[in-house]
């Protein structure tokens, strides 16, 4: 199974960013999508997440600023950024969590992190 992350780059403060994540591989089933950010010198957080049934969830700090989406047919997962500030700046990572077999359990896995950087 593998995550490819891509859409991170340099933006203005007050910017928009779109990035991607689609799932390959041998996938039997995804339970959810994410994504999680590390910002220099902090620790990994929870950006938002989605389930297969459409439910999000969002980290504080970007209410009413990120959306995110998903497309179960494309095994993929969008996350629209606006209102960019510099305190968003981070590598951003996709997470997954994925069965490979109808008889095996979800595991956790993550794509490789896709840079935003948000400066004037």
């Known amino acids: 199974v593998q995550l490819q992350a891509s859409g991170g780059g340099l933006v203005q403060p007050g910017g928009s960013l779109r990035l991607s994540c689609a799932a390959s591989g041998s996938i039997f089933s995804i339970n959810a999508m994410g994504w999680y950010r590390q910002g220099p010198g902090k620790q990994r957080e929870l950006v938002a997440a989605i389930t297969s049934g459409g439910s999000t969830n969002y980290g504080d700090s970007v209410k009413g600023r990120f959306t995110i989406s998903g497309d179960n047919t494309k095994n993929t997962v969008y996350l629209q950024m ?9 590598v951003y990572y996709c997470n997954a969590q994925i069965r490979r077999d109808w008889y095996s359990r979800e595991y956790d896995y993550w794509g490789q992190g896709t840079q935003v950087t948000v400066s004037s």
């Open 82 to 90: 606006n209102s960019l500030k510099p305190a968003d700046t981070a």
